[in-house]
C-alpha cells in the first residue's frame, strides 16, 4: 500500500480506478469486451476509460465469447497484456475451450516459448434476480483447470488490489466478481434495504496503485469456535450471520480458490477444530468439496465435528424462488449450529 | 421400441434428411473429370485495395499460374527468379523427405505418432516464402514446411518427434506438435481451429501499436466448421486485422469427406463473402499460384486494407495420421487421378521447362536432402527416442504450469519424485 489519497469507492469504482491505474502506468494494458467501451460496461466498471485511454485501448467487441478470449490469447503472444470483460460469468462457456485448452496450457505446452498473461473480468454470483443465465457461481470449473488462477474479491479495496495484481501476472487470472455486493455489502436479508458500500471501511481505497498478492487469504473476523471458510458475496451474508447468532466463529475471506492460502485454512482449523465451509454455487464437486478434502487430509486430527458445506443448492439458479435458492441466514446457522452439537 | 414422436398431419410428401456421401468408396474407381479446371489466366489479379465485393469472382473460380505443362503464364505470375524457384523446390522436397523418413520412424517405433503433408507441400513452403520472416504463422498441424522454409533446424524438429533430451519442449507435446517463437511459429496447440482467433488477436495488437507485421493462420477445411472459425473471421473482419486466412482444402478430415464441411454447397472460399472481406481460391498444388494469392493478401493486409482468407483447393494423398487407413474409407486411386497434379513434380517441370533445371541436378538434390534427413535423424536419435527411458528429469513435469510454482505443485512433486525413487532407486538421470 502507497501513502496515496484514499476516496470511498463502491466495488465498480474500486474495479474502474484498477484497470484505469493499469491502463496509465503499462502501455501493454487493453481492455475490451461486449459494451465495455463508449457506454462504459452493462454494470458501468469501465467507465470513462474509453475516453481517457483511446479507443485501441478500451474497445467492444462482437458478442462472441470464444472470439474475445481467443484474440485475447493472441494479443498476449504478441506483448500485450490483455484484460477481457466477460460480461456475465454464465456466457463464459462459450469461450471456455480457448480458456482450458489454449489460455491456461500455453505456457506448458511451448514451454514458455509463449505466455498468456491475461485477466478475464467476469460478474457472477446471483441475488438479483438474474435467473439461471445470470447468477451462476462458476468457480470450481475454473480451478479445475491446471494453469489458471481463480480469484474472487469481497470488498473494493480487495477488488482493487487483487485486480491489479491479476493484470500484473504473467500467467492467466479469472477473476470473478460477486456482482450481488458491487454496491454494496449483502447481509443475505434481501428483505432489508440494501446498505451502501459508503458506510464500510473496505470502501476506503487508494486512488493510485498497490496490489495484494495472489494467494493470500484474510481473516475477517478472528475467533475460537470454528472456522468458516467463505469468498466473495458470502463472506458478508456469513459475517451478519455469525454476529447475530453471537458465535465466536473465525472467518477466512480466502480471496484467491489458486493459489489457494493452506497454511491460513491449516492454522485456523487446527486452532478451532471445526470448519464450515459457505459458497453460493451448487454443492456437488464444489470448491466446498476440495476444500472440506483438504481440511479432512491436513487437519482431520484437530477436528471435533465433521466437516460441514453451507452451498446452494444443486438446481439451477430459479428466477422466482432465489432467495429460497441461496445460501442465506437460515441455512448457515443451521449448518454452524450442526457443527458447534456435534 | 420407442413410439414414434408425433407428426403434422400434412399432405406434403415427408421430408427427407441428406446426409452427404462421397462419390467414390474403397474399390471404386475415381473420375473428377468434373472438378472445374479453368485455364491459366481466367482469374485476373486485382489490385491489393480491392473492395470485396468487386472480387467475388476469385472466391468460386480457381487461381493458378502455372499450366500443366509447366509454363508459368497469367497475370498472377509472381515472375520469381529462378533462385527463388529452386529455393521453393528445395524446401518442399526437404520437407516430403523429412516426412517420409519421420513416417517409417513411428513405424520402426520410434515415436508415437506422425502426420505427413504430402501433396499439400506449396500450401505451407510457398505461402511462408511469400511473408516477410517477421510475419507470425499460426499453423495447425500439418505446417512444418514453414519451418523448413524459414531455416528451423530439421534436427531440432526430430527432436520433438522423439519427445528426446534435445526436445526443447521436454516431452511435453505430441510429435509435430512444434513450438518455435525465432520462426515466428506459434505453438500448435492439437485442438482444431483454435489458432485462428489467436491469429486475428495477434494481427490486432499488431495494428493497434503501428507495427507492420501481419499474422498468418491455417486449418483444414474440415475444422473450419469450428465456431472458433467463425469468431475469428467476425473479429478479423470488424476490426480490418492484418492476418491471412488459409483453408487447406484437402478434401478429407480424416475419414469425413468436404461434404462434411459444407462443401456440396459453396466454396470454401467464398464463406469471405459474408464476412464482407476478400476470398481467394487457388490451386494449392501449383506453387507459384500459392504464393502470389498469398503475397497478394499479405500486400493487403499491410497496407491496412484488412483480411484474406485463402482456399487451397489441394488433396491429401496420404493418411490423415500415422494412426490412420485411409482405404478403409477412401477409393485408393484418388490421389492418382487428382487433377491438379503433385506440387513438386509441377515446380520441377516449370523449372525444366525455363531452362534452369534438368534430371541430373534433380536426382543430386533429392540424393542430397536425402543424405541431410539420414544424418540429422542419427544425429538426433542419440539423444533418445520415444520409448526406450525417459528422456526429461521427472521434476519438469511441474515447470511451467505457472511462473513460480504454488504449494500444491510443490506437494505433487514431492510425492512423484517419491515414487520415482520407489521405482528406480535414489539414483535415476535421464536416459
Known amino acids: 500500500m502507497t501513502g496515496d489519497t484514499m476516496r470511498t469507492m463502491n466495488m465498480i469504482e474500486a474495479i474502474n480506478s484498477a484497470m484505469d491505474v493499469m491502463l496509465e502506468r503499462d502501455k ?24 481517457k485511454h483511446g479507443k485501441t485501448r478500451v474497445f467492444d467487441t462482437p458478442i462472441n465469447e470464444c472470439g474475445i478470449i481467443g484474440v485475447a490469447i493472441g494479443m498476449g503472444a504478441y506483448g500485450l497484456r490483455p484484460v477481457p470483460e466477460i460480461q456475465f460469468a454464465d456466457y463464459i462457456y462459450p469461450g471456455l475451450d480457448q480458456l ?9 505446452r511451448s514451454a514458455a516459448d509463449f505466455i498468456c498473461p491475461m485477466t478475464v473480468r467476469t460478474p ?22 491446471c494453469g489458471v488462477k481463480t480469484v474472487i474479491p469481497s470488498s473494493p479495496y480487495d477488488a482493487k488490489g487483487l485486480l491489479i495484481a491479476a493484470i500484473e501476472d504473467n500467467d492467466p487470472v479469472v477473476f470473478l466478481e460477486p456482482k450481488r455486493i458491487y454496491n454494496g455489502p449483502f447481509s443475505g436479508y434481501y428483505d432489508r434495504p440494501v446498505e451502501p458500500w459508503s458506510r464500510h471501511r473496505e470502501a476506503e ?30 463472506v458478508h451474508v456469513t459475517k451478519t450471520v455469525i454476529e447475530e447468532m453471537g458465535v465466536d466463529a473465525e472467518i477466512l475471506d480466502l480471496r484467491s480458490l489458486l493459489p489457494l492460502d493452506i497454511e491460513a485454512i491449516e492454522r485456523s482449523v487446527q486452532k478451532t477444530g471445526r470448519c464450515l465451509i459457505v459458497h453460493e454455487a451448487t454443492r456437488t464437486s464444489g470448491f466446498g468439496a476440495e476444500l472440506a478434502a483438504l481440511v479432512q487430509e491436513r487437519c482431520f486430527y484437530h477436528l471435533e465435528a465433521p466437516v460441514e458445506r453451507a452451498t446452494g443448492f444443486d438446481t439451477p439458479y430459479p428466477h422466482s424462488l432465489e432467495w429460497a435458492y441461496f445460501p442465506g441466514p437460515i441455512r448457515i446457522a443451521t449448518a454452524v449450529k450442526k457443527i458447534l452439537k456435534d | 421400441m420407442a413410439d414414434d414422436p408425433p407428426r403434422a398431419a400434412h399432405n406434403l410428401p415427408p421430408l427427407s ?32 485495395a480491392a473492395k470485396p465485393d468487386d472480387i467475388r469472382d476469385l472466391s468460386y473460380g480457381l487461381i493458378r499460374v502455372l499450366d500443366f505443362d509447366g509454363r508459368a503464364s497469367g497475370s498472377w505470375n509472381p ?44 500450401t505451407s513452403v510457398a505461402s511462408t516464402m511469400a511473408l516477410d520472416r517477421a510475419d507470425m504463422c499460426f499453423p495447425s498441424y500439418r505446417q512444418q514446411g514453414i519451418l523448413i522454409t524459414r531455416g528451423y533446424p530439421i534436427i531440432q524438429m526430430m527432436n520433438q518427434i522423439y519427445s528426446n533430451r534435445g526436445d526443447h519442449l521436454l516431452g511435453r507435446q505430441l510429435p509435430i506438435m512444434y513450438s518455435a517463437p525465432e520462426c515466428g511459429f506459434f505453438s ?10 489467436q491469429a486475428v488477436g495477434w494481427a490486432m495488437a499488431s495494428a493497434s501499436r503501428g507495427d507492420n507485421r501481419i499474422a498468418t493462420a491455417w486449418c483444414g477445411e474440415g475444422s473450419s466448421a469450428e465456431g472458433d472459425f467463425h469468431s475469428a473471421m467476425i473479429f478479423a473482419a470488424v476490426y480490418n486485422a492484418p492476418v491471412i486466412f488459409n483453408i487447406i482444402n484437402n478434401q478429407w478430415a480424416i475419414s469425413s469427406f468436404s461434404g462434411f464441411a459444407g462443401a456440396e454447397r459453396t466454396t470454401f472460399a467464398a464463406r469471405a463473402i459474408g464476412y464482407g472481406i476478400a476470398g481467394l481460391r487457388v490451386d494449392g498444388n501449383d506453387a507459384l499460384a ?44 484418388e490421389a492418382s487421378a487428382w487433377p491438379l497434379g503433385d506440387p513438386i513434380a509441377r515446380l520441377r517441370q516449370h523449372l525444366e521447362e525455363i531452362g534452369a533445371w534438368d534430371a541430373d541436378r534433380h536426382q543430386a538434390l533429392y540424393a542430397e536432402l536425402e543424405d541431410l534427413v539420414k544424418s540429422n535423424q542419427k544425429q538426433s536419435e542419440k539423444l533418445g527416442i520415444l520409448g526406450h527411458g525417459m528422456h526429461q528429469p521427472f521434476e519438469s513435469m511441474f515447470d511451467d504450469v505457472f511462473e513460480e510454482l504454488p504449494w500444491h505443485l510443490k506437494e505433487q512433486r514431492e510425492q512423484m519424485l517419491a515414487e520415482r525413487v520407489a521405482k528406480f532407486g535414489p539414483d535415476w538421470t535421464p536416459a
Open chain 2, 17 to 48: 434428411l441428406h446426409v452427404p456421401e462421397p462419390r467414390y468408396r474403397p474399390g471404386d474407381t475415381p473420375d473428377f473429370g468434373d472438378i472445374d479446371v479453368p485455364p491459366v489466366g481466367a482469374m485476373v489479379r486485382p489490385s491489393e
Open chain 1, 205 to 234: 481505497v487508494p486512488e493510485g496503485y498497490y496490489k495484494i498478492a495472489l494467494g493470500k487469504a484474510a481473516t475477517v473476523r478472528a475467533g475460537e469456535a470454528l472456522t468458516i471458510l467463505t469468498y466473495g458475496a458470502m
Open chain 1, 124 to 145: 457472477f454470483g446471483g441475488g438479483i434476480f438474474g435467473g439461471q443465465t445470470h447468477s451462476q457461481s462458476p468457480e470450481s470449473i475454473m480451478t479445475h483447470i
Open chain 1, 100 to 108: 482450458v485448452s489454449e489460455a491456461a496450457r500455453l505456457r506448458y
Open chain 2, 290 to 333: 500459392v504464393y502470389a494469392a498469398t503475397a497478394w493478401a499479405a500486400e493487403r493486409a499491410r497496407t491496412n486494407q484488412g483480411p484474406t482468407l485463402i482456399e487451397h483447393f489441394t488433396y491429401r494423398a496420404e493418411g490423415h495420421s500415422t494412426s490412420d487407413d485411409p482405404s478403409a474409407y477412401r477409393a485408393a486411386e
Open chain 2, 188 to 197: 500448435v496447440s492439437g485442438n482444431l481451429t483454435t489458432q485462428y482467433p
Open chain 1, 28 to 51: 501493454n494494458v487493453v481492455v475490451m469486451g461486449e459494451d465495455v467501451g463508449y457506454f462504459g460496461g452493462v454494470f458501468r466498471a469501465t467507465a470513462g476509460l474509453q475516453t
Open chain 2, 79 to 122: 515472375h520469381l527468379s529462378p533462385d527463388r524457384l529452386l529455393q521453393m523446390l528445395r524446401s518442399m522436397m526437404l520437407l516430403r523427405a523429412f516426412d517420409n523418413r519421420m513416417f517409417r520412424a513411428q513405424r520402426q517405433g520410434k515415436t508415437s505418432f506422425y502426420m505427413k503433408a504430402t501433396g499439400e507441400e506449396a
